[in-house]
T-cell receptor, first 115, second 112 residues
Framework: SAVISQKPSRDICQRGTSLTIQCQVDSQVTMMFWYRQQPGQSLTLIAT?????????ESGFVIDKFPISRPNLTFSTLTVSNMSPEDSSIYLCSVEGQGVVETQYFGPGTRLLVL | AQSVSQHNHHVILSEAASLELGCNYS??????LFWYVQYPGQHLQLLLKYFSGDPLVKGIKGFEAEFIKSKFSFNLRKPSVQWSDTAEYFC??????????FGKGNQVVVIP
């Protein structure tokens, strides 16, 4: 399975500001995904990010709020824009396994608290 | 939209006890099914998965799960738990397009 790292691991931010979360993979992967886990809730898919194309957002998530970059096959960023306390969550990136279709491997997550 | 239900969010049991975690989903078509586990302080890890074939699948660390299509269920079992099985367990479902829908998870605490 791929080794995935995320930065920062945690942060405390003021409302109205933005935070960019980085996701780095140790191998080239086609599909990367961003999830959110709000307190007491399940993981919810935010968007799918494929290199060389626009991210595909799930219902309820928009590019203006969660812009995503995917500049190459090992890296992606998710920005949480104009944050409010409701954005306090764990944000996770995942990748589809190499040669293991339809199986995702997850990063450690970024724990975000918005005051 | 598909949904995934996991009941009994908190489970406490003693070592050597048997564990069964329920997972039900609502989706009418063909699905891929997963159980993930998150040990304290660690990443979410794949425990086992079912795509097709034998509905009884075996995963790591002695876990198994049974897919019952008629019941839209994919329950996780382990005959004899250990203290090291203390973790949060998540069921996830995908209709085959990599868009995973997760349940809310089961927090399992195994008492030595």
């Amino acid at each position: 399975s791929a080794v995935i790292s995320q930065k920062p691991s945690r942060d405390i931010c003021q409302r109205g500001t933005s935070l960019t979360i980085q996701c780095q993979v140790d191998s080239q992967v086609t599909m990367m995904f961003w999830y959110r886990q709000q307190p007491g809730q399940s993981l919810t898919l935010i968007a799918t990010a494929n290199q060389g194309s626009e991210a595909t957002y799930e219902s309820g998530f928009v590019i203006d709020k969660f812009p995503i970059s995917r500049p190459n096959l090992t890296f992606s960023t998710l920005t949480v824009s104009n944050m409010s306390p409701e954005d306090s969550s764990i944000y996770l990136c995942s990748v589809e396994g190499q040669g293991v279709v339809e199986t995702q491997y997850f990063g450690p997550g970024t724990r975000l608290l918005v005051l | 939209a598909q949904s995934v239900s996991q009941h009994n969010h908190h489970v406490i049991l003693s070592e050597a006890a048997s564990l069964e975690l329920g997972c039900n989903y609502s989706y009418g078509g063909t699905v891929n099914l997963f159980w993930y586990v998150q040990y304290p302080g660690q990443h979410l890890q794949l425990l086992l998965k079912y795509f097709s074939g034998d509905p009884l699948v075996k995963g790591i660390k002695g876990f198994e799960a049974e897919f019952i299509k008629s019941k839209f269920s994919f329950n996780l079992r382990k005959p004899s738990v250990q203290w090291s099985d203390t973790a949060e367990y998540f069921c996830a479902v995908s209709p085959g397009n990599n868009r995973l829908a997760f349940g809310k998870g089961n927090q399992v605490v195994v008492i030595p």
